[in-house]
C-alpha cells in the first residue's frame, strides 16, 4: 500500500473534536478538576497536547550541539557516569576512585578528601591521570594547587572543582585568569534549591541570577567574558517529577546561553556543562531499595535532559555509609541505561514532544522572569543577604510537606503501601540522619518512635481492622486503613465478622471498623454496649467521614479516619494514647 494512501485512513482530527469526546466521557464532570494538573510552578499541564501548543516557540529548529543549547551542548547523548568517593584518607580514596574506574565510573568525584599539598595530590591522582575528576570540597589552597598541577601536565584530563566563586570575587578573577582550560574552577551549585524546596522554576532563576552576579562581578574585573563562562559549571539535583526535571535541563542551558550573549560572550562559551545528582531529599529510611527505583527515574531525567555528568546516589546513603553493594548497584544503574537501554545513543530524544517542549518553554519564561525580579532587587547577593531566597523557600518547601503529610505526595513504603512488620532501626547509623533534610522524615520519625518503644520493652499496640456489613466498602476502607495505620509500625490483623459480639471478644489495643456509612451507627452503638458490658475499654475508630459523626461520638467512637485526616497527627495522637513515649 502506497504511504499516501496509508495516510488517508487517518484524517486529522480537530482540537474541538477530541474536546467533544472528553466532554462526552466526562458526563458532566469538571473538566479542570478531573484532567488538568495544577502544578507548584503555577503550570496547568493539560491532559494533552497538540502540534498547535508550539506556536511560536523560538527553539524548534534548534539541533543538538549548537546555540542556545536547549537540546544538548553536545552532539551525542552520551554523558559521564560519575562516582563519589566519600573516604577521607587519601590512599584509600586513590583506591577506592581506581577501583570505580575498573568498574564503570568515567568520572571521580572526591567529596571528602584533604589535600594539604602537592604530593597529597599526586597519590590521591594516581592512576586516574586519564579520568576526568572533581573536587567538591575544594577550598582556595586546592585550586592552587590544581592550577600549577595542570599547568605541568597539559595532557591531564578535565578536572573540576565545587568552588562558589561569589564567596571571594577577587581570588575567583584571579583563577580565572590564571587557570589551565583544562579546569573548570567553580560550580554553581542550583542543587541546594531543590533539596530546600525549590520549584523547578525557582530553582532555575536562583541559579541563573547567582551566575549572572558572577558574570557581571568577572567583567568588572577585567576578566575576558568567555574565560569566565567556561570557568563555571552548574549542579543540579534531579528530583521525582520525571518530564519537569529533564525540562529543567533544557531551559536552564537555553538561558544561560541567553546570559551569556548578553554579556557578549561567543556561542562557544555559552554552553552549560551541568553536572546532575539523584536528589537526597526523596530519599527513604524505609523500603530502601525503593530508592534504587526512584534514583533510576530521576537518572533517565538527568540524561534525557542532556546532563554532562551523573552520580546516581547509593540506595542507602539516607542512613549510613553505603556499603560496596549499594555503590556497585547505584553505579550500574548508569550502566545498564547507557549499555543495555541504549540512552547515549541520540541526544534530546524528547524533541519534538509537544508536552515536554510546552514545560521547557514555559520553565525557560518563568525562569527568566524570577532572575529578572531578583536582579531588578539589586542581585543575587542581596536577595540572599536580604532573606528573600530563604523566604521563597520556605513557602515552597511548607507547600511540599502539607502534600506529603495529605499524602497526595507519595513516598512508596513510608506514607503509602508501607509494610508494617519492617524494621528500620537495627540498620540505621545515627551519624548519618542529622544530614540534608529529606521529604519523608515526618513520617520515619513516626515509625521509628514506635520501633524504639518495642526495642525498649514496650508493647506494640495491635490494631483490629474489624470488617463487617457492606462487601465492597469494608474491603475498600480496609486497605484505607492498613495504609494509614501501617505508616506507623502498628501491629495490624485484618479480620472479617459477622456479629458485634464477635469483633469484642477479640485481642485488640484499638478497634477499626471498615464498613459503610450506612451501617456504622448500629454497628458502633451495639460494640460500645457490649465492649461496657465486657468491662473493656477498648478504643474504637471508624474509617471514613459519615454524616452521622457527631451521633457515631456520642455512641462513644473515639476518632474517624479517612483522606482528609492528617495521619501525621492521627497517629501521633494514638501513639502517645497507647502508651508509645519514644
Not at 22 to 42: N, V
Not at 73 to 88: C, F, N, P, Q, V
Not at 375 to 380: D, P
Not at 532 to 548: D, Q
Amino acid at each position: 500500500m502506497a504511504t499516501d494512501k496509508l495516510l488517508n485512513e487517518f484524517p486529522p482530527v480537530s482540537t474541538e473534536a477530541w474536546e467533544a469526546v472528553i466532554a462526552k466521557d466526562l458526563k458532566g464532570a469538571d473538566y479542570a478538576k478531573k484532567l488538568i494538573w495544577q502544578t507548584a510552578e503555577g503550570l496547568a499541564v493539560k491532559p494533552y497536547y497538540r502540534a498547535e501548543d508550539l506556536a511560536g516557540l523560538e527553539f524548534l529548529d534548534a539541533a543538538p550541539g549548537s546555540f542556545p543549547y536547549v537540546r544538548s551542548a553536545r552532539l551525542s547523548g552520551d554523558w559521564r557516569i560519575r562516582e563519589e568517593i566519600d573516604t577521607a584518607d587519601l590512599e584509600q580514596a586513590n583506591v577506592a576512585a581506581r577501583k570505580a574506574v575498573v568498574a564503570g565510573a568515567e568520572e571521580i568525584a572526591f567529596t571528602n578528601v584533604a589535600v594539604r599539598n602537592a604530593s597529597d595530590l599526586a597519590m590521591l591522582l594516581a592512576g586516574l591521570q586519564e579520568i576526568p575528576v572533581h573536587f567538591e570540597n575544594a577550598g582556595e589552597s586546592l585550586l592552587g594547587l590544581l592550577i600549577e598541577r595542570l599547568k605541568e601536565r597539559k595532557d591531564s584530563a578535565p578536572v573540576s572543582a565545587g568552588w562558589n566563586p561569589l564567596t571571594n570575587l577577587d581570588f575567583a578573577a584571579e583563577v580565572v585568569r590564571t587557570a589551565p582550560v583544562a579546569l573548570v574552577p567553580f560550580t554553581v551549585d542550583g542543587s541546594k534549591f531543590e533539596e530546600a524546596g525549590a520549584t523547578a522554576v525557582e530553582e532555575i532563576g536562583f541559579t541563573l541570577a547567582a551566575v549572572v552576579d558572577y558574570l557581571a562581578e568577572m567583567q568588572s574585573r577585567g576578566v575576558d567574558i568567555n574565560r569566565a563562562a567556561n570557568a563555571v559549571a552548574f549542579s543540579f539535583a534531579i528530583g521525582a517529577n520525571y518530564f519537569f526535571q529533564i525540562a529543567k535541563l533544557r531551559a536552564l542551558r537555553m538561558l544561560w546561553a541567553r546570559a551569556v550573549e548578553s554579556f557578549g560572550g561567543s556561542a562557544e562559551s555559552a554552553r552549560a556543562r551541568i553536572y546532575a545528582r539523584t536528589s537526597r531529599w526523596n530519599e527513604t529510611i524505609y523500603d530502601p531499595h525503593v530508592n534504587a527505583l526512584r534514583a533510576t527515574t530521576e537518572a533517565m531525567s538527568a540524561v534525557l535532559g542532556g546532563a554532562d555528568s551523573v552520580t546516581v546516589a547509593p540506595f542507602d546513603e539516607c542512613y549510613k555509609r553505603p556499603d560496596e553493594a549499594s555503590r556497585r548497584l547505584a553505579r550500574n544503574t548508569q550502566i545498564i541505561l547507557k549499555r543495555e537501554a541504549l540512552l547515549a545513543q541520540v541526544a534530546d530524544p524528547g524533541a519534538g514532544s509537544y508536552c515536554l517542549e510546552a514545560i521547557t518553554d514555559f520553565l525557560a519564561r518563568e525562569g527568566w522572569k524570577s532572575m529578572q525580579k531578583i536582579e531588578a532587587g539589586g542581585g543575587y547577593r542581596k536577595a540572599a543577604a536580604d532573606g528573600l531566597l530563604t523566604k521563597a523557600l520556605e513557602q515552597s518547601m511548607a507547600a511540599r510537606e502539607k502534600a506529603i503529610v495529605s499524602r497526595r505526595r507519595v513516598f512508596t513504603g513510608t506514607n503509602q503501601f508501607a509494610s508494617a512488620s519492617e524494621k528500620a532501626l537495627d540498620r540505621i547509623d545515627p551519624m548519618c540522619l542529622g544530614g540534608e533534610r529529606r521529604g519523608a522524615q515526618s513520617y520515619e520519625q513516626l515509625r521509628l518512635r514506635t520501633e524504639r518503644h518495642a526495642a525498649n520493652g514496650g508493647k506494640l499496640p495491635r490494631v483490629l481492622l474489624a470488617e463487617i456489613g457492606d462487601v465492597k466498602m469494608r474491603g475498600a476502607r480496609s486497605t484505607f486503613a492498613t495504609n494509614f495505620f501501617a505508616c506507623a509500625g502498628f501491629d495490624i490483623v485484618t479480620q472479617r465478622f459477622e456479629s458485634v459480639d464477635e469483633i469484642a471478644g477479640s485481642d485488640a489495643d484499638l478497634i477499626v471498623l471498615c464498613s459503610s456509612d450506612a451501617e456504622y451507627l448500629d454497628v458502633a452503638t451495639k460494640l460500645a454496649l457490649k465492649l461496657k458490658a465486657l468491662g473493656r475499654t477498648t478504643p474504637v475508630i471508624v474509617a471514613g467521614n459519615p454524616e452521622s459523626a457527631e451521633q457515631l461520638r456520642a455512641a462513644g467512637v473515639a476518632d474517624f479516619i479517612h483522606v482528609r485526616s492528617n495521619p501525621i497527627e492521627v497517629l501521633t495522637k494514638w501513639q502517645q494514647q497507647l502508651g508509645i513515649k519514644a
